[in-house]
T-cell receptor, first 116, second 115 residues
Framework: AQKVTQAQTEISVVEKEDVTLDCVYETRDTTYYLFWYKQPPSGELVFLIR??????QNEISGRYSWNFQKSTSSFNFTITASQVVDSAVYFCALSGLSGGSYIPTFGRGTSLIVHP | DVKVTQSSRYLVKRTGEKVFLECVQDMDHENMFWYRQDPGLGLRLIYF???????EKGDIPEGYSVSREKKERFSLILESASTNQTSMYLCATLTDGGGSYNEQFFGPGTRLTVL
């Protein structure tokens, strides 16, 4: 079975602070994909990034960066110099075949609050 | 751009009423999903559909049913609404390809309150 754990329920920071959102996963698959989604206050989850299990290169996109470490089964998300617009709920998800289908398994989400 | 629309952003119903939540997508995706989102519990899958008239139960199907008569439309039905079904309901599609590569597109959600 697949499992995704986001241990941080809520994180509160002040603007311009760096913040890391943790994601730890469990799977028996050797081939799988990891995802991050952002849910702003408007409610609609938006896809941010996808990573496959064979690519452990870190990825950077502007102020966002992702650190994938297979050895610790983690796929952490860092926001550098956070802004108020980053306030949202962030979900980590895993997709592989051991769940019986390609239905993604989501973590419970981390609510990020960025104060001005 | 993929568009997933849901019929209502906010809905208030009474206990025992039959409730229909509608979801429409415009990208011809085969797979569609209904989730509910509750504080501290994240997203929980209610039902999904991989083709017209095909449906599969998710993790929490009790008290719900679904209908998919056309590819673009996936409806969630609460046969007899109860207060514990007060929640945010999210519809989603999955890009086609049949693998674990595919990402999901979500609608804006319907916040349902059952009184």
């Amino acid at each position: 079975a697949q499992k995704v754990t986001q241990a941080q329920t809520e994180i509160s920071v002040v603007e311009k602070e760096d913040v890391t959102l943790d994601c730890v996963y469990e799977t028996r698959d050797t081939t799988y994909y990891l995802f991050w989604y952002k849910q702003p206050p408007s409610g609609e989850l938006v896809f941010l990034i996808r990573r496959n299990s064979f690519d452990e290169q870190n990825e950077i996109s502007g102020r966002y960066s992702w650190n994938f470490q297979k050895s610790t089964s983690s796929f952490n998300f860092t926001i550098t110099a956070s802004q108020v617009v980053d306030s949202a709920v962030y979900f980590c998800a895993l997709s592989g075949l051991s769940g019986g289908s390609y239905i993604p398994t989501f973590g419970r989400g981390t609510s990020l609050i960025v104060h001005p | 751009d993929v568009k997933v629309t849901q019929s209502s952003r906010y809905l208030v119903k009474r206990t025992g009423e039959k409730v229909f939540l509608e979801c429409v997508q415009d990208m011809d995706h085969e797979n569609m999903f209904w989730y509910r989102q509750d504080p501290g519990l994240g997203l929980r899958l209610i039902y999904f559909s991989y083709d017209v008239k095909m449906k599969e139960k998710g993790d929490i199907p009790e008290g719900y049913s679904v209908s998919r008569e056309k590819k673009e439309r996936f409806s969630l039905i609460l046969e007899s609404a109860s207060t514990n079904q007060t929640s945010m309901y999210l519809c989603a599609t999955l890009t086609d390809g049949g693998g674990s590569y595919n990402e999901q597109f979500f609608g804006p959600g319907t916040r349902l309150t059952v009184l």
